[in-house]
């Protein structure tokens, strides 16, 4: 306790920083703001002077009044404010965060006229300053005015701040804007025309003094980060309009000015407009996307590519143009009912696309008020002029007939039919069972045929199994019978040659036997002419009688006849022998004369003439060379044939002998 007492001196300082601004606030009226306050004033009482109250419905104080001061206090130390007089309020800076922006409200200001909803914009520091916007008419209300992002020192006594988000629009997105404030629309038209200077909708007040309308918009906005009112304005995102491949976008405006038609005189079945007014455009989109006031605009897509369209219960395109197209039924003229399936391809020429929209509305509604009816009704027509049987026969010719006929209707509609096609054909049930039946017997007999062929192709094909199985015999005879082909024709060939050679050695032989004979002829002509002579020198030298006898003795020796015995006996006159002298000496002498006398022709050696001899003898004829002397004449005997040296000889001693005879 005692050390507790020890330290009273500390109690009266400690009471001088804890009261200090109690005797400062109190005794000199000092307020205290901090770095990041404001403080707002409000005057309790004035004790003298005019302006003791407020005017009749002011809430904030510009020239003294009691009530809340339009002037803020700053951050710092302000003296005079004494506390039976003066309430200070301290209040934290409004700080309006990054991506938000603050939406104003004043409760003080003069009345809006009739028909604003927002107060318009004045002079004040960004509501910094309530004086400034007080003493330059601001108005009491929502405020056009927005209040981007940062931090402001505002008098909340007069001014509430509500942050909003920022706008943001993304890619590919379209921002459609309808504006609270602004000119009434005129009467019939939907949307405001598009002014400039709002800096798109973010300064409000410019949209105002610019004559912008209340209501809808046509400016759209686009993809960015924008600082809207949201008082002032709604925005709605949307996609933008896409516009595929193979597609045109005919745009339908529903505002803009009225313009005269662009079709001429003779399209009636719609307007067409330039690109702005309000109808339909004469100039489609593109393929691409576009920034289209979908409430304002509509873009109908028209494919312009092949359209198929099917006429079938369980079938539909993607583009779901068909969907509400059927199977069409018909009935023959023999009273038969048939389903019939169709599919129909159809093309839009780009140009011609705003001529279908401003005709019909939507291609839909072509398929539905055109295609159907006419497609439908010509295959009932086509139909009832034919029986059943041969409208399923005909498919082709009437596929080829549909096509023409639609063709030419479809072209009165700016349309053009590329093809028809015929799909399935169901006739009724009593008929197909009468078809079918038929077409079973005709199938039938085929497999009939069929097997029939197949049982003569096994056949056939086990006589090539078996002719197959003896293919080598065959062959190896074949083999055999064309060696012994090739063996007669070169036997043939070699006869033939052997003919040849023997033909040329034949005429060879002949023209040397010719050539020898020649010689042999001109040899015995010699050797006749030389024995002539001999003979005639013989005649000459005896008398006739002696020679002939000569020659008589001569041929019968020649002859080889023995005509003398060898013992020559004779016999007396009376019958019994007698062997004389002088008989046996002209026996003898008659044997002598009478004996066969030696040939004198001798036959020549043989003597081979070879291949050289036969040449130089053929070659000595052809040339016209004499003949050789010695040839021998094949024609000729072989005796017969004199050799010179021979006769010679014999004459020689035919001559001694002669000699010798007479002497005897």
């Known amino acids: 306790m005692d050390a507790i007492l020890g330290y009273w001196w500390i109690i009266p300082i400690v009471a001088t920083l804890v009261g200090y601004k109690l005797v400062l606030r109190f005794f000199f009226g000092a307020v205290i703001i901090a770095e990041d306050e404001i403080g707002i004033v409000n005057k309790k009482f004035v004790l003298w002077g005019a302006n003791r109250t407020l005017p009749d419905g002011a809430i904030i104080a510009l020239e003294g009044e009691a009530g809340y001061q339009a002037d803020t ?4 130390l302000h003296w005079g404010l004494f506390p039976w007089q003066y309430e200070v309020e301290r209040v934290k800076f409004i700080t309006i965060e990054r991506g938000k922006i603050g939406v104003v409200e004043s409760r003080d200001g003069i009345p809006l006229s009739d028909g604003r909803v927002l107060a318009k914009r004045v002079g004040c520091d960004s509501f910094q300053s309530a004086r400034m916007f007080l003493e330059n008419q601001g108005e009491r209300g929502p405020q056009i005015t927005i209040i981007p992002p940062g931090t402001y020192r505002i008098n909340t006594r007069i001014f509430s701040v509500n942050m909003e988000n920022m706008l943001e629009i993304a890619d590919g997105m379209v921002g459609i804007v309808t504006t609270k404030e602004g000119q009434q629309l005129p009467a019939g038209d939907i949307a405001g025309k598009a002014v400039g200077g709002h800096n798109s909708f973010q300064d409000g007040q410019s949209f105002v003094t610019s004559g912008g309308y209340k209501g809808m918009q046509e400016q759209v906005i686009l993809a960015g980060r924008y600082y809207i009112n949201p008082r002032f304005a709604t925005v709605e995102v949307r996609d933008m309009t896409s516009v595929p491949i193979a597609h045109a976008g005919v745009v339908v405006a529903f505002v803009g000015e009225a313009a005269e038609d662009t079709t001429g005189a003779n399209f009636k079945h719609g307007n067409q407009v330039p690109k702005g007014c309000k109808g339909v455009w004469n100039e489609p989109y593109d393929p691409g996307k576009y920034p289209v006031n979908s409430f304002t605009h509509t873009v109908e897509l028209v494919p312009t590519a092949n359209i198929v369209l099917n006429w079938a219960d369980a079938k539909t395109e993607a583009h779901n143009l068909d969907a509400n197209l059927s199977t069409i039924t018909v009935r023959s003229s023999d009273g038969f009912t048939l389903n019939l399936d ?11 696309a705003p001529k279908v929209i401003s005709r019909f509305g939507t291609v839909a509604n072509m398929v539905t008020q055109v295609l159907e009816p006419i497609i439908g009704n010509y295959f009932r027509n086509a139909a009832q002029s034919s029986d059943a049987i041969d409208f399923l026969k005909d498919r082709e010719k009437r596929q080829s007939e549909a096509k023409a006929a639609i063709q030419a209707a479809l072209q009165e509609y700016d349309v053009q039919a590329v093809d028809t096609l015929i799909g399935d054909i169901v006739p009724p049930a009593e008929l197909m069972k009468t078809l079918t039946n038929r077409k079973i017997a ?18 056939t094909f086990e006589q090539s199994k078996a002719m197959a199985a003896t293919q080598a015999n065959v062959v190896a005879s ?7 082909d090739f063996d007669a024709q070169a036997a043939v060939k070699q006869a033939d040659g052997v003919a040849k050679s023997k033909k040329i050695n034949a005429e060879a032989d002949a023209e040397v036997i010719k050539v020898v004979g020649n010689a042999t002829a001109e040899r015995t002509k010699a050797i006749g002419t030389a024995e002539a002579e001999v003979i005639e020198r013989k005649i000459q030298s005896m008398e006739s009688g002696n020679f002939a006898m000569i020659e008589v003795a001569k041929a019968l020796g020649a002859s080889g006849q023995k005509w003398v015995p060898e013992i020559v006996m004779h016999g ?16 003898n002498l008659i044997k002598d004369n009478l004996a066969p006398a030696k040939p004198l022709v001798k036959k020549p050696k043989e003597e081979k003439l070879n291949e050289a001899d036969l040449a130089e ?21 072989t005796d017969a044939i004199l050799h010179p040296t021979t006769t010679l000889e014999l004459e020689e001693k035919s001559v001694d002998d002669e000699q010798h005879d007479e002497e005897k």
């Open 73 to 76: 206090l700053a951050p710092g």
């Open 342 to 352: 169709v599919a129909q391809i159809i093309h839009i020429p780009r140009n011609d």
């Open 442 to 459: 005709e199938q039938e007999e085929i497999t009939y045929g069929t097997q029939k062929k197949a049982e003569d192709a096994r056949m």
């Open 478 to 484: 074949e083999r055999k019978v064309t060696i012994a």
């Open 572 to 587: 007396g006159a009376d019958g019994k022998s007698s062997n004389s002298i002088a008989d046996v000496l002209m026996a």
């Open 617 to 637: 003898d053929k070659t000595a004829v052809k040339d016209g060379e004499d003949k050789p002397a010695d040839v021998v004449n094949p024609e000729l005997p």
